[in-house]
């Protein structure tokens, strides 16, 4: 993905392969001069490629993993990206965590089924507190929804995440609208994705 990776930077096939429609995604629906909340940014790909493709966008790396924030600092350092700001530590599910804001979006990556429904619910509970009136909260992953027959890959995706964590899996579509909803968040897209993933997008009032 990368000719030259950075001491202490990580890489993933998943990011190489999602990256683009993701911005595909999100360029045109981010306002010009935005500030982004990314929340789960991992080893800090996805927060240099979108950076990099929209100047405009100030972009703010988080996670809750040591390892994950050393390979996404190393990534921010090695890009001299102006638009990208130091990663900073952020459990979803601790909201003494979170930054004051205000940002005008929030992205969440592959977080929502590979963490305990507790950081969902901080997630919401973050978003409704750090999000302009206005803004928008980008979700991007598998979900269960059920109008759309899953796919075969998604369940089985779906047990083997049970399997390393019983407190992980696919969520319920509906139960993270009703949760979002509940925090102020109202539904305001859904956008299908390569390899039966979804982009949810959810608004402030």
């Known amino acids: 993905m990368h000719d030259n990776v950075p001491d202490g930077a990580r890489t993933s096939p998943s990011t190489a392969r999602n990256r683009e429609p993701i911005l595909e995604a999100l360029g045109p629906r981010l306002p010009r001069r935005a500030r982004v909340l990314e929340v789960a940014s991992g080893a800090g790909e996805h927060a240099v490629f979108i950076a990099t493709a929209l100047p405009d966008v100030r972009w703010q790396p988080t996670d809750r993993d040591d390892e994950a924030l050393v390979s996404a600092r190393a990534w921010q350092a090695a890009s001299g990206l102006r638009n990208l700001t130091a990663p900073i530590r952020l459990d979803a599910a601790d909201l003494t965590s979170w930054p004051a804001g205000p940002f005008e979006a929030m992205v969440c990556i592959n977080m929502v089924h590979i963490s305990p429904w507790a950081a969902t619910e901080g997630l919401m509970t973050g978003a409704a507190r750090v999000l302009t009136p206005g803004g928008r909260l980008f979700l991007y992953g598998p ?4 109008e759309v027959e899953t796919a075969p890959s998604n369940l089985a995706f779906d047990a083997s995440l049970k399997g ?7 969520r319920d579509l509906a139960e993270v609208k009703a949760l979002a909803a509940a925090n102020g968040l109202r539904f305001a897209e859904r956008i299908a994705m390569p390899a039966n993933n979804l982009i949810v997008v959810f608004e402030k009032a």
């Open 143 to 146: 979900y269960i929804e059920a």
């Open 164 to 170: 390393r964590d019983p407190a992980w899996g696919l």
